[in-house]
């Protein structure tokens, strides 16, 4: 966001160039060739994930 503060939104982003597919409204821009569930982390981090026990997994 600071970024786009300075450059007042002219520096160009690789997401704002690409096309939803059919499903898109569905699934966004994850597609099955370039989305790896391994390598994938959330942009932050839940709460309620973050402060669970092995009780509340179980």
């Keep these: 966001m600071l970024v ?3 450059t007042l939104g002219l520096l160009a982003r690789s ?3 690409r096309r939803f597919r059919p ?3 569905v699934l966004g821009h994850f ?3 370039h989305f790896v569930p391994a390598r ?3 942009s932050y981090d ?3 994930m973050v402060c669970m026990t092995e009780r509340d997994t179980a």
């Design 4 to 6: 786009d503060w300075l």
């Design 15 to 17: 997401w704002a160039s």
């Design 23 to 25: 499903f898109g409204a």
């Design 31 to 33: 597609d099955v060739e």
């Design 40 to 42: 994938w982390t959330p």
């Design 46 to 48: 839940n709460p309620a």
